[in-house]
């Protein structure tokens, strides 16, 4: 789905109103699988129109699930909406520095930890 100018940021802005309020445009509640692998007309989307890399996780912590996804592929956003989107959802957030940094930790000590393993198993 390649959206551009007025129209996507329209439809942006449609959706996270959706997303907030629960209710799809006909007032109904949470939409199905089916209408969220729709595009706006409807129509179920492509293979070819899906993003290559679409990794969507959750994790079931006690109390409070929390979720991951990664989407990677060709930019199909206008600069409007890229813009936009930036507004309105920052990179430099406490959040994002301190996932960064637990990440980068977590990284560093899986390494280290490879590193003694395989530092006691080797012989010279």
Do not use: C, W
């Not at 956003?77 to 990179?91: D, I, K, V, Y």
């Amino acid at each position: 789905m390649v959206n551009t100018g007025k129209h996507s940021l329209t439809m942006f802005f449609h959706n996270e109103a959706q997303s907030i309020t629960g209710k799809t445009a006909s007032g109904r509640g949470p939409m199905s699988v089916q209408e969220l692998n729709a595009g706006p007309s409807g129509r179920e989307l492509s293979p070819a129109s899906r993003y290559p890399v679409d990794l969507r996780l959750t994790l079931p912590l006690p109390g409070r699930p929390v979720f991951f996804s990664v989407v990677a592929g060709r930019e199909r956003r206008s600069s409007e909406r890229r813009a936009a989107e930036r507004r309105r959802h920052p990179l430099h957030t406490i959040g994002n520095i301190l996932f960064m940094l637990t990440s980068l930790a977590g990284i560093y000590a899986l390494a280290l930890f490879a590193i003694l393993l395989l530092g006691n198993s080797l012989e010279f």
